[in-house]
């Protein structure tokens, strides 16, 4: 168990909504990643938040949006759901900013599919 | 274009052999992970290297800044040790390889 919590654990949905993934980093930790893991596309980095603050983005696509609130957790909001959405999402969390430095810890992920 | 290329894409084992799993990348980087992802699709950070060698019990990981190549070795494997091992490095971005999976036979 890393300590870093996601919910929910599976999600399905229509193509069109919306949805909210919800992480909570271990204990002490400040800065999440999101990721998202696809059979076509493997993992790819969406976005990391530092202590509330957008630290840095990746692949991640203007339908999507995260923040992380005042006490840590983070949420990442997925809009007009396409079939290509469907995927694995998996949050970590590190202690730290930079990802270059800081052990990151894997949440157990939310499998997203839209039918 | 991708930039970390991993080999072999599959690995099959009998327990107790020598492992090595190879990753090369075509980026500055400023750290390369390897990561550990077991069938119930859990990640793991194994090691985070920027330079050397690093060892956990019969796991050990090498790099070569110059040759922007990274090893992964399993010593003694066990069918524990089947997974898929991702390698991603970090610079201005974050780029993963498409995974290894082994499979290791008792």
């Known amino acids: 168990d890393s300590g870093v919590t996601q919910t929910p654990k599976h999600l399905i949905t229509a193509t069109g909504q919306r949805v909210t993934l919800r992480c909570s980093p271990r204990s002490g930790d400040l800065s999440v990643y999101w990721y998202q893991q696809s059979l076509d596309q493997g993992l790819q980095f969406l976005i990391q938040y530092y202590n509330g603050e957008e630290r840095a983005k990746g692949n991640i696509l203007e339908r999507f949006s995260a923040q992380q609130f005042p006490d840590l957790h983070s949420e990442l909001n997925l809009s007009s759901l396409e079939l290509g959405d469907s995927a694995l999402y998996f949050c970590?969390?590190?202690?730290?900013?930079?990802?270059?430095?800081?052990?990151?810890?894997f949440g157990p992920g939310t499998r997203l599919t839209v039918l | 274009k991708n930039e970390v290329e991993q080999s072999p894409q599959n690995l099959t084992a009998q327990e107790g052999e020598f492992i090595t799993i190879n990753c090369s990348y075509s980026?500055?980087?400023?750290?390369l992970h390897w990561l550990q992802q077991h069938p119930g699709g859990g990640i793991v950070s194994l090691f985070m290297l920027s330079s050397g060698k690093k060892k956990h019990g019969r796991l050990i990981a090498t790099i070569n800044i110059q040759e922007k190549h990274s090893s992964l070795h399993i010593t003694a494997s066990h069918p524990r040790d089947s997974a898929v091992y991702i390698c991603a490095v970090t610079g201005n971005q974050f780029y993963f390889g498409t995974g290894t999976s082994l499979t290791v036979i008792p």
């Open positions: 980026v500055g980087i400023s750290a």
């Open positions: 970590a969390s590190s202690v730290a900013a930079s990802w270059s430095t800081n052990e990151q810890f």
